[in-house]
């Protein structure tokens, strides 16, 4: 079946850093696939998606190429602000009637 | 304003009492989904809707049941044979689709005593 793997947290970086957060993924389709973040107690908000091999989606300063080659959608930013502290979780979806598919989500800290 | 909304943000129930909770959308979508969150494990699926009258159960749906006599709204009851109940739920909507996003509402804490 579908997986997606994120790396675990928490990312701890300090204001204006460089963010990564890897994902990557299986499934046996071309799925679409998509970043969400959630701040505390809060419910979660669509961050970026892409839907073909080579998409890039940006939103925020984020940014997330999907690699079709290397099963891959990693998350960037350039320079992360205090107020990026969130869990960010990648996910997938094969379409049409399927359902969504999380990584466990990753932790992000970033201090002043 | 279009969205999705939970009530109550925070509930608590005394152990073997079944407690529904509510999530209404306004967005006209077809599908809802239920999720359960706990620490460290992600989204897991409890049960989701494609269409008025039909559900099907998800990854985790022992314990739970659901109902969708409406578009707009996707109860789920916690009922006392759910072990371990305490968790924060969310609930979301979508368009079924080639791309399949999900839109999510703010999420309801319970806690079992």
């Known amino acids: 079946g579908d997986s997606v793997t994120q790396m675990e947290g928490p990312v701890t970086l300090s204001e204006e850093a460089f963010l990564t957060i890897n994902c990557t993924y299986t499934?046996?389709?071309?799925?679409?696939l998509f970043w969400y973040v959630q701040y505390p107690g809060e419910g979660l908000q669509l961050l970026l998606k892409?839907?073909?091999?080579?998409d890039k989606g940006s939103n925020k300063g984020f940014e997330a190429t999907y690699r079709k080659e290397t099963t891959s959608f990693h998350l960037e930013k350039g320079s992360v602000q205090v107020s990026d502290s969130a869990v960010y979780f990648c996910a997938l979806s094969e379409g049409g009637y399927s359902t969504l598919t999380f990584g466990k989500g990753t932790m992000l800290l970033v201090s002043p | 304003d279009g969205g999705i909304t939970q009530s109550p943000k925070y509930l608590f129930r005394k152990e073997g009492q079944n407690v529904t909770l509510s999530c209404e959308q306004n967005l006209n979508h077809d599908a809802m989904y239920w999720y359960r969150q706990d620490p460290g494990q992600g989204l897991r699926l409890i049960y989701y809707s494609q269409i008025v009258n039909d559900f099907q159960k998800g990854d985790i749906a022992e314990g739970y049941s659901v109902s969708r006599e409406k578009k707009e709204s996707f109860p789920l009851t916690v009922t006392s044979a759910q072990k371990n109940p305490t968790a924060f739920y969310l609930c979301?909507?979508?368009?079924?689709?080639?791309?399949?996003?999900?839109?999510f509402g703010p999420g309801t804490r319970l806690t079992v005593l």
């Open positions: 499934a046996t389709g071309y799925p679409s």
């Open positions: 892409a839907t073909k091999a080579d």
């Open positions: 979301a909507s979508g368009i079924a689709g080639p791309y399949n996003e999900q839109f």
